[in-house]
């Protein structure tokens, strides 16, 4: 797929619910969570950074797919973007439709580091984030079967069947629909809790302090006393914690922070700095050149870096 393909894909799934999509909304993803969805559907979320994970799943698709292929028998192709007839904000781009003798079946293909989640080859044990994708897909594709081809721990390639499960087709159907609605054509996005999705999420609505330090209400003071405690106690605390910040950070808006009865909190931008692409840089010097050449190219490689808000927290004497 050529960038300006993946540029009009991008744009064409932010019109609808996608497969991935479905678990985020849920809370059932552990990779996204439904502000994540609802920033992606908005156009303001930031591009993903490919980790070697999701670099070396795309490099292996073709040969999962191929693999697939030789173990059924049945040829696989790959449809694109599909739209559900009666439902057209649920969407997806399913890894291909197999051509089975049997009316047609979706095909899933992953790649997991570990079994965990993962049940014996030939049952429909996947771990539930793809359950709903791939319900979500034989919706969407109005298809009956979906083969999950999975490659877990580099080589032990594996084969799952799934039936179509009508009343979970209904719920998902039902969920996607009034999340639409409520989310992205009344524009009211999802609550704040302690995820990456939320963090973000403030991070775009609120990207200067751009007011003076805030007075806190009861409330406020009861989420600062919280605060303290939560960053008192052990890991298992991290996520209450996440959510309590971000709460704050939604109160303190633009302003520089809010000043409370036991305690306080900033949220202040730092200063822009410069960030240097080295690995441009590194390859642009395989060759010989000369030292001002080389300065050259590493002021082309240097590009302004904004500063970030940075929380502080900050307990009364």
């Not at 969407?91 to 049940?119: H, Y």
């Not at 200063?271 to 010097?285: A, Q």
Request: hydrophobic letters at 35%; charged letters at 30%.
């Amino acid at each position: 797929m050529s960038e300006a393909e993946r540029a009009e894909w991008l744009t064409a799934r932010r019109a609808g619910i996608g497969g991935t999509d479905i678990a985020a909304i849920l809370n059932m993803s552990p990779y996204a969570g439904p502000l994540d969805v609802w920033m992606d559907k908005k156009g303001v979320s930031t591009p993903k950074i490919e980790t070697p994970e999701m670099r070396w799943g795309k490099k292996l698709e073709t040969a999962i797919r191929e693999r697939y292929e030789e173990e059924t028998g049945w040829a696989v192709t790959q449809p694109g973007l599909q739209t559900h007839t009666l439902h057209p904000i649920m969407i997806g781009t399913p890894d291909g439709i197999v051509d089975d003798g049997l009316g047609g079946r979706v095909l899933e293909i992953k790649t997991s580091r570990w079994s965990q989640g993962w049940g014996d080859p030939g049952t429909d044990l996947i771990p539930p984030h793809y359950l709903m994708q791939c319900s979500h897909y034989m919706a969407v594709c109005d298809l009956d079967r979906c083969d999950v081809a999975a490659l877990i721990g580099g080589s032990d390639f594996r084969v799952y069947h799934l039936r179509r499960d009508f009343e979970l087709e209904r719920y998902l159907i039902e969920t996607a629909t009034a999340w639409w609605q409520r989310r992205i054509i009344e524009d009211r996005p999802p609550g704040i809790d302690g995820s990456d999705g939320a963090k973000k999420y403030l991070e775009y609505k609120y990207p200067r302090n751009t007011a003076p330090l805030k007075t806190a209400t009861d409330d406020l003071n009861i989420l600062l006393a919280e605060l303290e405690a939560a960053r008192c106690g052990s890991v298992a605390a991290e996520l209450v914690k996440n959510a309590i910040e971000n709460r704050i950070k939604d109160f303190i808006g633009d302003a520089d922070g809010v000043e409370g009865i036991i305690a306080g909190a900033t949220w202040k931008l730092t200063k822009d700095g410069v960030k240097t692409d080295w690995e441009s840089v590194g390859k642009s010097l395989l060759g010989l050149i000369s030292i001002t050449e080389a300065e050259r190219l590493v002021k082309k490689h240097t590009v302004p870096k904004p500063g970030l808000r940075r929380f502080l927290f900050t307990i009364k004497e």
